[in-house]
Each structure stands twice: as structure tokens, then as C-alpha cells.
């Protein structure tokens, strides 16, 4: 592998290292080890849930992520059989008794910077804030919190993930006379994709407090308003890192609103991370940033994923909405692109 493809893999260790070390905390908090420990041989999801008190739901994604960092280590007795989680050297060394409360306490306590809590996980939901139509205080507290460094942290990924779909994906844009880009907060990515691909009116909508402060972008036009009530029409919808943020029923709102803004020849196209389970899919080298990602977004929201599986999943989800087909993409970047057509 080249020195610059390796490095757009590393630069994710170190920009979700911390995240990484949460989900771990998380793990040990929650006593995994000792139930791993406890139990005597190879555990099921379902008797790990009930030893550490913890639904199915979110323990699922956590062993997932830990299982791929070696910390556990996943076993089938025969292939397509029930999956076990078995105890590891290192998990060994993770109970509170060794090393354990030693990882618990640095950084400090969980607080209010980003964490990942045992408590939460056990309530089933995440550990950020709730983001809802009506109030989008995810949105307003991160702009407070973080002032303009939170708009150069979205542009700065907007430009690496848009980078990625013009290189990879050109095809995708062919014959779009019109795209908006919902939830494109202050233009980053359509104004790079009108650059590339100059045939296309690009419209960058998002909350008016958001478009109000947008700078000129040259075949932009900003529009402010609310994904829940209507999206401007064009012949194609963007919507890249949004539904991370929403439950399911809140994304096929938002999915619904995309559908009724395009022609029926055109479509939505997602740009999200996309993790499929188990062995099958698109694992590759930059799987464990793809999972740290699914970390990230179960500390930062209450009811967020990341990881809505390809066959699963991304297949109910827009067929609830009445996408007639979709395809996915995967690319070497973290993020995959879905096109979903009316
Ligand atoms: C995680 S950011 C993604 C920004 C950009 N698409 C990117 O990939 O970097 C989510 C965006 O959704 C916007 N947003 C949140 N609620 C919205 C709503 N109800 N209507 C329109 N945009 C909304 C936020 O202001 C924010 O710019």
C-alpha cells in the first residue's frame, strides 16, 4: 500500500483514539470481563446480556467493536451457528482486579466531555444528547460548546468524504441537472461536487441559523428550513453523515421528505459509514474505524446508529420509505455511498 493510502487509514486511530479508549472504559465498567471470567467457557450474546445487565441492542455494537480491537474474541462451533464471545490474555488482564480500574481512571470519571457509560448502555440507548425535529438541541449545544472550531470540524469532513465519493463515484453525479444537499450545513460538499461535475445546480439547505452564516459559494444557492417539513426539489437529494444522527422512525421521516423533493427518475444518495456484521461484507482496513465511528455516535447521540447492517437494515429502512430499489457502494474511505431510487 502506498505511504498516502496508508495514512488516510492511521489519521482515523488518531482522530477516534479517544473514542476507542471510552468504548473500552465502557466494556470494563460494564464488567465484562468478569462475567466473560465468571462464566467459565465461550458466552452468548443473550447469557452475557442478562449477566451484566445490559439489552442485547447496545451490547451487541459494543462486543462487536471489541471483539474486532482483540480485546474478546468471537467464536462459532460450526459455521452459520450461534455466536459465543470467549475471554482473551488481554480481557483477562481488564478485570478491575488486574488492570481494569487502572484504564477506569484515566481521563477521569465520565463527564461532560465525551464518554460512553455502562449506565446508558444498560438503559438500552446511548450517551449523548437527543436530537428531535422540533429541537435540534444536539445541534445549538455543539455550535455553543464549540463555536467555529464545530464548523471547521464538519468541513474539514466534508471535504475528506467528498473528496472520496468525486474520485470514486463520478458515474453517480451523470445526469443531474439539480442536487441538493440536505443537512450540507454551510456548503463544503456541494461546492466541490458543482466544481467537479459543473452541470449541476447545487443547493445547499440546512437550518436557517445555520445557511444564514454560509459563505458565497459559486453555483450554490443556500436555503435555510427543516428536512422534517419539506426539502427544496431537485432531480437528485444528498444526505451525507445525517441519518447517524436519528432512530430509524426519525430517518424514514427524513427519507420521505428526500423522496417527495425528487423527479421519479432521480434519487437520494447517502453517504454514511456502512458496517455489515459478522464476516460478510465490506471489511477491510478501515473496519475498526468504521466501528470506533459506531462508538462515537452511541456517546454523542441518544438514539443514533451507524451500524445499520447492508442486507438487514439499509433494506428495511428505505423500503419503509417506498424506495422501489438502492444500491451500495464501498469505497476505501469510511464511508460507503447508498443510492436509493424512487
Ligand atoms: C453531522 S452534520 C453533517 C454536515 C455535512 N453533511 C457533513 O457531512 O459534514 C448534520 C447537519 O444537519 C443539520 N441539521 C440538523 N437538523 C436539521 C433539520 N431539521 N433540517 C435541516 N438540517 C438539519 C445540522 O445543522 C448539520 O449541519
Request: with cysteine; glycine share 10%.
Amino acid at each position: 500500500m502506498d505511504k498516502e493510502a496508508q495514512a488516510r487509514i492511521d489519521v482515523w486511530k488518531y482522530a477516534l483514539g479517544f473514542v476507542e479508549m471510552e468504548a473500552v472504559k465502557c466494556g470494563i465498567e460494564l464488567g465484562l470481563p468478569e462475567a466473560l471470567e465468571s462464566h467459565g467457557k465461550p458466552i452468548s450474546l443473550s447469557e452475557l446480556s442478562s449477566a451484566v445487565a445490559c439489552p442485547e441492542i447496545s451490547l451487541h455494537r459494543i462486543m462487536r467493536f471489541l471483539t474486532h480491537n482483540g480485546i474478546f474474541e468471537k467464536q462459532r462451533p460450526n459455521p452459520g451457528s450461534e455466536l459465543f464471545y470467549a475471554q482473551t490474555p488481554l480481557s483477562r488482564l481488564l478485570t478491575r482486579d488486574n488492570l481494569g480500574t487502572f484504564l477506569l481512571v484515566q481521563d477521569g470519571p465520565p463527564g461532560p466531555r465525551f464518554s460512553l457509560t455502562a449506565q446508558d448502555s444498560k438503559a438500552g440507548k446511548g450517551s449523548g444528547v437527543e436530537v428531535s425535529p422540533e429541537e435540534s438541541k444536539m445541534w445549538s449545544m455543539e455550535f455553543k460548546t464549540y463555536g467555529k472550531m464545530f464548523q471547521e470540524f464538519l468541513a474539514s469532513h466534508a471535504k475528506v468524504a467528498t473528496s472520496a465519493v468525486i474520485e470514486n463515484f463520478p458515474e453517480s453525479f451523470q445526469g443531474i441537472g439539480s442536487l441538493v444537499d440536505v443537512g450540507g450545513h454551510e456548503g463544503t460538499a456541494i461546492g466541490m461536487l458543482v466544481k467537479a461535475f459543473s452541470w449541476i445546480r447545487g443547493i445547499n439547505f440546512d437550518l436557517p441559523h445555520v445557511v444564514s452564516g454560509a459563505p458565497i459559494l459559486d453555483g450554490v444557492e443556500h436555503i435555510g428550513g427543516n428536512m422534517f417539513e419539506s426539502v427544496p426539489k431537485a432531480d437528485a437529494v444528498m444526505l451525507m453523515w445525517i441519518l447517524h444522527d436519528w432512530s430509524d422512525e426519525l430517518c424514514i421521516d427524513i427519507l420521505k421528505k428526500c423522496k417527495e423533493a425528487i423527479r421519479k427518475s432521480g434519487k437520494v444518495i447517502i453517504v454514511e459509514v456502512v458496517i455489515d456484521d459478522d464476516e460478510e461484507g465490506n471489511r477491510d482496513e478501515y473496519t475498526g474505524a468504521r466501528l470506533a465511528m459506531d462508538m462515537a455516535i452511541m456517546g454523542s447521540t441518544l438514539n443514533g446508529k451507524q451500524e445499520r447492517g447492508i442486507a438487514k437494515e439499509w433494506a428495511q429502512l428505505l423500503h419503509a420509505v417506498g424506495f422501489g430499489d438502492h444500491i451500495i457502494k464501498h469505497m476505501k474511505a469510511i464511508e460507503s455511498v447508498i443510492e436509493a431510487y424512487p
